[in-house]
């Protein structure tokens, strides 16, 4: 997952939540900037809520006090746009770093509506995910914003609205990130643990994954003083702490020199192919029962699908996997991978 559009990986966003005050925009602009971590400041200026009565922003009074901290620190500067008329507003003030937030990633007219007014700009822009797990939502925000021309387009993960999660404000499900890369491998991807957790001691393991997924950066919400945030205090860290949390990352790299990777790990990886290999012998050769058992069910007029028995199968191979220390989402995706793939076989059979 290497980058075209070169920059220091990796590359951190950092500011609070919302501007709230000039003199907390500032102050935590100059604190972040003593630290000497961050590449970007940011400072949501109209927050998209999920209920009305929360604060909602300070809006357009609020952008020359990012712009001021910008000129101050030496620092690029970004906000979040919803619409068209926010991007006015912050073409006008001096805003050359964009990006769009969850709750307007997931409406194709309000993205558009930002591509068409960002259009001859050169705006650096970054998508983040929308709140529901749709990838192709993800992607189609992606290519209206290239399809005006813009070519500095990139993408902030910063996890899904989920019911169940017990663990984190959103559920990550870091699997659609990775197919996100995969589909532009030159994308920017920077991962947003502050939104991923919403909550502050939550963040490191979090940051720390993402560097170990290759992610290009992190975008973190910093404030002066945490608990006293307008918007999202849990989940802010002192622009201190911030400091620190970057300064803990440990950067791998992707590639090893063959010469140094030792004689363990070498041997590790051969036993890994080893059962890759078997692990795909065995399911042919379960497709290969599945086929005899789709002759016998074309012989004896019985549908493919049998509801019931499938359900004794997955109920007694999730208790199985289990045991084995394997995660229930896992053995569902599995499963439900190897019943599709079996009645494809058996409907091939069914249908010769
Ligand atoms: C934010 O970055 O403060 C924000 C509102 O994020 P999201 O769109 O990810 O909820
Ligand atoms: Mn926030």
Known sequence: MTNSNAIKRPFIIAGPCSAETE???????????AGGQVDLLRAGIWKPRTRPNSFEGVGEIGLP????????????VITEVANAKHVEATLKAGFTHLWIGAR??????????????LRGT???????????????????GIERLKNVGLTDV???????????????????????????????????????????????????????????????GLMIESHIDPDQAWSDAAQQ?????????????????????????????KSLRLSIDEIDEEITALIAQRMKVAEEIGAYKKEHQITILQPKR?????KKQLEYGQE???????????????????????????NK
């Open 237 to 265: 860290v002192t622009p201190e702490r911030f400091t620190e949390l970057i300064s803990s990352l440990i950067l791998r790299s992707e590639q090893a020199n063959e010469s140094t990777i030792n004689e363990d790990l």
């Open 154 to 216: 990139n993408a902030i993960h910063r996890g899904f609205s989920s019911v169940q999660h017990k663990t984190y404000r959103n559920d990550p499900m870091w699997e659609i990130p990775l197919a996100l890369k995969t589909e532009f491998p030159s994308i920017q991807l920077i991962c947003d643990p502050s939104h991923i957790t919403g909550k502050r001691d939550l963040l490191q393991p979090v940051a720390q994954k993402a560097m170990d997924l290759i992610y290009d």
């Open 65 to 76: 006090w990012l712009i001021r901290a910008g000129k101050q620190t030496n620092l690029p």
């Open 310 to 314: 499938w359900e004794v199968i997955k």
């Open 122 to 140: 050169g705006t650096k822009i970054w998508v983040k995910n929308p709140i529901n797990p749709d990838l192709n939502l993800w992607i189609g």
């Open 23 to 33: 003199e907390q925009v500032m102050e935590t602009a100059m604190r972040l900037k």
């Open 104 to 117: 307007t990633t997931v409406n194709p007219f309000a993205v558009q509506e930002i591509a068409d007014s």
């Open 324 to 350: 084995k220390g394997l995660s229930i989402k896992f053995l569902v995706k599995y499963l439900e991978a190897l019943h599709q793939e079996s009645i494809r076989h058996q409907t091939a059979v069914m």
